[in-house]
């Protein structure tokens, strides 16, 4: 369109611009001679900021103001209607005038009161926060000045700051010849209208503390600070973040966006204003609230989905897989679509409403601006929008039935509970309960127990809602009794946490998924009853049920800690935990539902082990350098230190609960000390920073251990140093190391540290497995050695096999892998490629030193062994088999010992 076609349509769809173009024809020829209403988008703030505020009177200050304001509301509308800018570019120039405005307001009134602009903090809420202001918008501000440590001082500076803020307030909200410029809301501070205007930091900061409601987690999403001190108000909102953003997921979420939009589906209802594209049914507040649910749930959990725009959020819970992309392409669209709608309603006559309008003449111009033929077409077009905007909250959003639906039973049930009747245990019975009524007794402790004495009415209400649907899963298991039993201790954590309460009633698949891991696992539920938090863990079962690779778990480690300060310490510790606990828990999730192989198993649980192993040093090196500076060379190199992983990590074999044993090296000079302002020579600074991994991992926190670290089998044991350089451990393990340290190194590699450090520790393995070795001398103190363990550790009786120890059982085999090793790695070298058991087992047989049939009966059996003692520890029992069970695998097992441990194999 030309210039004069634009300002028909400007003036046919706008009565605000049209009345303000004919009384100022002057200002309007301004605007286009300067560019404003053509081209790229203008800098609108500017037409405020041009304004003296300090030197101006309140009078003429407050009329100019108004004017600015009118010219740029006038600009912002003509460059939307004529398509000149996206509604982003509109929105956040609605939100760019609105702090322009309150800026220049707050200066012109701390000049008249002769004080700083930046004695005053002003928070920006709601759309204003979130830079997604409306055409013809209030503004919803939060005040507040800095704390004192002298009361008389702080009380003096309320006092001030609340005249200023006064000022600011009447500079913006009152009705002059002009206008005015914004309507102020600021019931949203603390304690509402019955709160002081402007608070300190530290009483807003108590406020929510102590007395913050779910609805001002809500409010606190969106806020910004927009003018005064910004700095200040940066720092405010960070410190109330962990009232907006909880530590771990909150579906306690739900229930309250549920109750408030309730409150305003009622006062639609009262007011009748089904026609209100911001409150009704299908409105932007619904599509604000699925954001702001999933902001409120995971945001503490998700930094991510820390934003106070809306768009941004909706595509980070896409990218992360909560919203389908469907449903988040159709709501971006209904969103601009409502939004686009909303602006040009109030551009009518600047007029803050969000109903469609009952006049001809405003409907006439809503369809002209909408682009639409017809009123028809426009409210049809809209009806579609709202209906699906409907429907995607109505899915997010969806109550849990519990009184009004579902069957007889757990209706009665949760009758019964709520009067503590002995009825219950019939109701028990009636589903399969075993000794009912020790089972109802155990429901009725935890609702006299003092944890529940501790609830508030709502905590009560959701536990009350959740007990039905508890006793419903456990009772399809194959034994209810005791699974009561199991789930009540997991209970018994969470009481106190409504949100793991809410997750379970609001998420009956997560319920689901709760009650059958732990049915089919008590070590599951022992690891959920000391971490609940592992709650979260059980979302989503795309996830759940499949365990990251080893790249993929770094990545996750990594994006976990860089949320926690490098000097929290303990934080850090408590997330590295928690990694563990949450990983562990997906391997075993998989394993339990038949879904992952024994030796997948352990790949996961050794990927795991060595990731975390790798950051825990980062951050020990990160901490000791930070303190001490770099072990540097004379040469002016850092000095490289390793962890090399013996036994179970070593040989790609960890199982749940495996200790990683650990030997640390270096390559230090002992004469050189490090380059910070409190050296050590390098022999103490790696001491100390193999003492910093080990406490990183293994000391016990308010989150547990992530490992219990072993570290006797470095040289010399117990009495040896905790770290010794390479070439020290070179000459002890060819002068001084006994043969089952030799076996032990068969199993031992690189995992954590310098490469090239650890390539020289691979290349003493080589060498030492390597050495020349009597036959007979290595039988014999192989068989000893393993004698005696058997006399001291085999656990077998009569009637049960141990699956380790006993003989012909899983130490057996490693024995016999070892000896091969130490025995023929000196003309076979393919055998020093390999640590893990199998690997080194099928190496014998392509190598001709083992047929087919004894690979396969040694495989075979120790594979089986390993899935037993996987199954024990997921278990919790014995690692002990019926004699009878694998008597074929442990004949075949012992036989294999007598032919290359007591005759001349493998001759």
């Excluded at 790229?40 to 030197?55: C, H, M, Q, R």
């Excluded at 000391?699 to 010399?716: K, M, V």
């Amino acid at each position: 369109m030309d210039f004069d076609s634009q300002l028909k349509h400007v003036q046919r769809c706008s009565e605000f611009c049209r009345e303000w173009i004919g009384n100022n024809p002057s200002t309007f020829d301004q605007l286009h001679r300067e560019g404003y209403l053509d081209g790229p988008a203008p800098d609108i703030a500017g037409l405020v900021n041009s304004i003296e505020s300090e030197t101006l009177e309140e009078t003429d200050f407050m009329s100019r103001l108004r004017q600015a304001r009118h010219a740029a509301l006038v600009t912002i509308a003509w460059r939307d209607l004529c398509e000149l800018d996206e509604l982003s570019d509109t929105l956040d120039s609605l939100t760019d005038l609105a702090a322009a405005c309150i800026d220049s307001a707050l200066r012109s009134a701390a000049f008249s009161l002769d004080m700083f602009p930046d004695s005053l903090i002003v928070l920006g809420m709601g759309k204003l926060g979130g830079g997604e202001l409306n055409f013809s918008s209030d503004i919803d501000l939060i005040l507040a000045h800095a704390s004192l440590d002298d009361e008389d001082k702080e009380a003096e500076l309320a006092k001030r700051c609340r005249k200023l803020a006064q000022r600011l307030v009447k500079s913006l909200n009152e009705q002059t010849a002009d206008g005015f410029v914004y309507r102020v809301d600021t019931r949203l501070r603390p304690f509402g209208e019955a709160g002081p205007l402007v608070a300190s930091l530290d009483a807003i900061e108590h406020y929510y503390q102590v007395h913050g409601r779910e609805w001002e987690r809500y409010a606190l999403i969106k806020a910004r600070p927009v003018a005064g001190n910004i700095r200040a108000g940066q720092a405010l909102l960070q410190r109330l973040r962990p009232f907006v953003y909880r530590r771990y997921l909150d579906f306690s979420a739900y229930e309250s966006m549920r109750e408030m939009k309730a409150l305003i589906e009622k006062q639609v209802r009262q007011r009748d204003m089904q026609d209100n594209i911001k409150l009704g049914a299908g409105g932007i507040r619904e599509i604000e609230f699925i954001a702001q649910a999933f902001q409120l749930i995971r945001g503490g959990h998700e930094p991510a989905l820390q934003n106070t725009r809306l768009r941004p959020v909706l595509s980070k819970l896409m990218e992360a897989g909560h919203l389908p992309e469907r449903v988040v392409s159709e709501l971006e669209g209904d969103y601009l679509y409502l939004r686009r709608l909303e602006n040009r309603i109030q551009m009518w006559a600047d007029r803050q409403t969000h109903d469609l309008p009952d006049d001809e003449q405003a409907r006439d111009a809503l369809v002209c601006a909408m682009g639409s033929d017809t009123w028809a077409e426009l409210t049809k077009e809209l009806d579609h929008v709202r209906r699906r905007v409907h429907e995607h909250f109505e899915q997010v959003f969806v109550a849990p039935q519990i009184d009004d639906s579902g069957d007889r039973p757990t209706r009665e049930l949760r009758k019964a509970w709520d009067l503590q009747d002995e009825q219950g245990a019939a109701l028990l019975r009636a589903q399969g309960f075993d000794d009912a009524e020790a089972a109802w007794r155990s429901l009725l402790d935890l609702q006299q127990g003092s944890l529940y004495s501790s609830l508030g009415d709502r905590g009560r209400r959701r536990l009350a809602e959740l007990i039905p649907l508890l006793v419903q899963a456990v009772a399809a298991q194959p034994e209810p009794r005791d699974m009561l039993d199991r789930m009540l201790r997991v209970l018994n954590r969470i009481v106190g946490r409504t949100t793991y309460v809410a997750l379970l009633v609001e998420n009956p698949a997560v319920l689901s998924r709760l009650v059958t891991l732990c049915a089919a696992s008590p070590w599951i539920s022992g690891q959920i009853e000391s971490a609940p938090v592992l709650l979260d863990s059980l979302i989503d079962p795309r996830v759940l049920y499949r365990p990251p690779r080893a790249s993929e778990l770094e990545e996750i480690l990594r994006n976990d800690l860089a949320s926690v300060a490098a000097a929290d310490l303990e934080s850090r510790m408590d997330t590295l935990r928690r990694f563990v606990q949450e990983q562990t828990l997906r391997v075993a999730a998989a394993d339990v539902t038949d879904s992952m192989p024994l030796m997948t198993v352990s790949d996961h649980l050794t990927d795991l082990a060595e990731v975390t192993l790798r950051v825990a040093l980062e951050d020990a090196w990160n901490q000791m350098v930070a303190r001490h500076g770099q072990p540097v060379n004379p040469d002016g190199r850092v000095s490289p230190f390793a962890v090399i992983g013996y036994g179970k990590l070593g040989g790609f074999e960890l199982g749940y609960g495996s200790d990683l044993d650990l030997v640390f090296l270096h390559r230090g000079t002992e004469s050189a000390d490090t380059d910070g302002e409190k050296p050590l020579s390098h022999s103490a600074f790696f001491l100390r920073l193999a003492q910093r991994v080990i406490h990183l991992l293994s000391t016990q926190t308010g989150a547990g251990r992530a490992y219990e670290i072993d570290t006797r089998l470095r040289p010399s044991g117990r009495s040896g140093l905790l770290v010794v350089s390479i070439d020290a451990f070179r000459r002890y393990q060819f002068e001084k190391a006994w043969t089952w340290e030799h076996q032990a190194l068969v199993r031992a590699r690189f995992v954590a540290g310098d490469p090239v450090l650890g390539e020289a520790f691979m290349q003493v393995r080589k060498e030492v497995l390597s050495m020349l070795r009597d036959r007979s001398d290595l039988q014999q103190q192989i068989t000893t050695m393993r004698e005696r363990m058997r006399g001291e550790l085999d656990r077998s009786t009569k009637l049960s096999f141990d699956l380790k120890q006993g003989a012909g059982g899983l130490i057996d085999i490693e024995f016999l892998s070892q000896y091969a090793v130490l025995l023929l790695a000196r003309d076979c070298e393919p055998l020093l490629l390999f640590t893990d058991t199998i690997r080194t087992l099928e190496t014998l047989e392509s190598a001709g030193y083992l047929s087919y049939e004894r690979t396969h009966e040694l495989t075979h059996a120790y594979r089986s062994y390993r899935r037993a003692i996987h199954d024990a520890a997921l278990r919790e029992i014995a690692r002990h088999a019926p004699v009878e069970a694998m008597a074929q695998e442990r004949g075949q097992v012992q036989q294999a010992y007598r032919d290359m441990l007591e005759k001349s194999w493998p001759d």
